[in-house]
């Protein structure tokens, strides 16, 4: 997608930590969440953040709308510096961004209705005069495929997905140039994903919506997505064009993700070498390379140390000391098993 | 003969709101099926009602047979079906953690059904957890055993869940959503183990799941629900290259195949059924593209022209149909 060259979100070496007790005489520790990322998100495109439950990928996109305390690095939102920046400036990151979260009930008021949620958004940001709020959320409720008499429907009087459409409804309703949407399908019906991700779309195309799509599901991201990053235990491990990403990926990490994909074709079965192990605990994160313990191509150099450089090549980056020359590939993962994982 | 066989299950709520409705279906001994529906299409209370372990009050079984290796266990006591639950019918969920005792060690819990089960002494029963732990791919089982379920990882404690169900060496396994919960590394890794453990133990399974793509990679036949109904069931190849129900076409055109390329995604318009406002007749009618009137009354299930195991609930059958069953 043609985009500006002038992101509209970036984050710099941002970093957020979590202090968690010890136990009673040992000394505090703290948990790095989200360790040095480097993000930027383009106005009107689809950035896919994807990455195993613990990697950080909430917390990424919680820090970016300044929801969580940033412990190092910065936020700039169209260049402005947000973090430790001017009131103002927070405030006008308020008034462009929204988020839609994965629990479409959790995250509308049980005892108002869903018209009345949205009018509430409207009235505080004072986006339309106060006698034409009713008119503007018949038109939101529209906007996403809702019928305008739904607006009296309280949340428990509709389902999933008409709930996540109304949530969608309330994030729009400030006009904002970027939505952060977190694992915002996951929660719902496979019939019904496709209804809000076709929604997604739709609305990106209508009003330029810059979005941050972060999910587990890699097949629904690699349709909406224009860029992906994944993380991988606080750190994006790989950042690059959607289809290059799938087709041909320079992580093994993320060539084990999208090979894990279970394909609905049998004659395509899953890889013979799987990825054993599982993530470990943010909170003791193994030196060198994080993923060194599973990785079925780990050298000596990646079990200590600091973690491997991003290496960039056009616009695909990557964080892993393997070098792709010639036609080396970790596509498909062939090297390794569960064992050889295990012993390392 | 089918190691199980179930002939028109039916569970109600209240006076008639068939939660699961004349369901029928069969099993072979080490046969794996995939259960499939969305949310609230009866998978979970049809397995739930084969244990006759029923979630909730007002909910009871008020039609069918369930013939387990030929005996039908809804007729069974109290006393008699406690033996068949665990023993011969295992069962893990999506959840490991709200399933396995907080303050029992994982090696007690595999020990206490082989001790309840086989009369094994102490020292017998933790030797065969010691085995089963091993099985199931958890790493020191030796240490492991000791643990409580805490102390494991997600993708650990299912492997110790599979383990427990493991145990009393029941003949079918049914599996509610085992791995929704986990990552999609840790995922491929559980069903990998129970493909393994299928081949290595000759077990039934029946796996219930919403993702098409785990059924497609690991199941033998599908049984696809929606409503409470069985709208369509058959050999997974047959079911996924050719459906016969409109409702399972518009599942697979769902799939976000990940070769998909970049688009707009197929859906299905409309929401699924909710239990107390049941369609009349077809319960797929209002969302379908070819109901006609003749949907208003429920079809029966149909088998397709050249199979005899692949049938379809549906009075406009995909391709035409031929021969007509009861």
């Known amino acids: 997608m043609a985009h500006s060259n002038w992101p509209l979100l970036e984050a710099d070496n941002l970093s957020v930590t979590f202090p968690v007790s010890g136990g009673l005489w040992q000394a505090k520790k703290v948990v790095h969440a989200v360790n040095q990322v480097t993000i930027q998100i383009y106005p009107g495109e689809t950035l896919g953040l ?14 970016l709308l300044q929801l969580e305390r940033v412990a190092t690095g910065e936020v700039r939102f169209e260049g402005l510096r947000i973090t430790h920046g001017l009131t103002s400036d927070i405030a006008r990151l308020r008034q462009q961004s929204a988020m839609i979260f994965q629990d479409p009930f959790a995250s509308l008021n049980p005892r108002q209705t869903v018209g009345e949620s949205i009018a509430e958004v409207l009235r505080v940001h004072q986006k339309v005069p106060r006698a034409q709020v009713a008119q503007r959320v018949a038109e939101l409720l529209t906007l996403v495929g809702l019928r305008t008499q739904q607006a009296s429907a309280k949340p428990s009087q509709l389902s999933g997905g008409q709930c996540q459409r109304a949530g969608i409804a309330r994030a729009l309703a400030i006009e904002p140039r970027l939505i952060v949407a977190d694992e915002c399908v996951a929660a719902l019906d496979v019939s019904i994903q496709g209804q809000i991700v076709n929604l997604l779309m739709d609305l990106r195309e209508k009003m330029g919506l810059a979005i941050l799509f972060i999910a587990h599901d890699l097949a629904i991201v690699r349709r909406l997505c224009d860029r992906v990053a994944v993380m991988y235990l606080g750190r994006i491990v790989e950042e690059g064009p959607t289809e290059a990403l799938f087709t041909r990926p320079l992580h093994p990490y993320t060539a084990a993700l999208v090979s894990a994909i279970p394909e609905i074709d049998p004659d395509k079965p899953l890889p013979k070498n799987v990825l054993g ?34 290496r960039q090549i056009a616009n695909h980056a990557y964080a892993c000391v393997l070098n792709h020359e010639g036609d080396e590939t970790v596509f498909p993962l062939i090297r390794g098993s569960i064992d050889e994982a295990q012993a390392c | 003969m089918s190691l199980l066989k179930v002939n028109h299950l039916t569970v109600t709520r209240g006076e008639d709101i068939a939660l699961v409705d004349n369901v029928s279906l069969s099993l072979e001994a080490g046969e794996m099926l995939g259960l499939v529906g969305e949310s609230g299409s009866g998978k979970t209370v049809t397995c739930r009602a084969l244990m006759r372990l029923l979630p909730g009050a007002g909910l009871q079984i008020t039609g069918g047979e369930v013939l387990l290796g030929g005996r039908d266990i809804l007729s069974l006591s109290e006393g008699q079906m406690s033996a068949v639950r665990g023993r011969e019918i295992g069962m893990i969920f999506q959840n490991p953690s709200s399933h396995l005792n907080p303050v029992m060690t994982i090696g007690e819990q595999i020990a206490e059904s082989r001790r309840l089960h086989f009369g094994a002494n102490r020292r017998q029963a933790r030797e065969d957890a010691l085995a089963l732990l ?42 509610d959503e085992p791995t929704t919960a986990l990552d999609v590394t840790v995922q491929m890794q559980i069903l990998r183990l129970l ?24 199941c033998d036949r599908i049984a696809v629900m929606y409503g409470g109904r069985l709208c ?14 409109p409702y399972t076409r518009g599942l697979i055109d769902c799939q976000p195949v990940s070769e998909g390329g970049q688009g707009r995604l197929t859906t299905i318009d409309g929401q699924p059924p909710v239990a107390d406002h049941f369609p009349s007749g077809c319960r797929f009618h209002p969302r379908c593209g070819s109901a006609d009137e003749a949907c208003l009354d429920q079809p029966l299930l149909r088998y397709g022209r050249d ?17 007509r069953e009861g």
């Open chain 1, 50 to 63: 994807v990455g195993e439950s613990g990697s950080g990928k909430s917390t990424l996109g919680r820090a």
């Open chain 2, 307 to 323: 199979s005899h195991s692949h049938a379809a609930a549906c009075h406009h059958l995909l391709p035409t149909l031929i021969r």
């Open chain 2, 195 to 218: 493909g393994d453990l299928r081949a290595e133990l000759g077990l039934a399974v029946i796996m219930i799941t919403h993702d098409l793509g785990i059924v497609a990679q690991t």
């Open chain 2, 134 to 175: 091993r099985q199931v791919g958890v790493p020191d089982p030796q240490n492991r055993l000791n643990n409580y379920p805490h102390e494991f990882s997600g993708g650990m404690r299912q492997r110790a869940m599979i383990a427990v169900a493991l145990a009393p060496e029941p003949t079918l396994l049914i599996a």
């Open chain 1, 277 to 310: 192990g599982e993530p470990p605990s943010p909170i003791a994160v193994p030196p060198g390379c994080a993923f060194h313990p599973r990785c079925p191509y780990a050298q000596v150099q990646c079990r200590t140390g600091e973690p491997p450089l991003t």
């Open chain 2, 232 to 245: 369509e069931v058959g050999d997974k190849r047959e079911v996924l290259a050719e459906p016969l129900h």
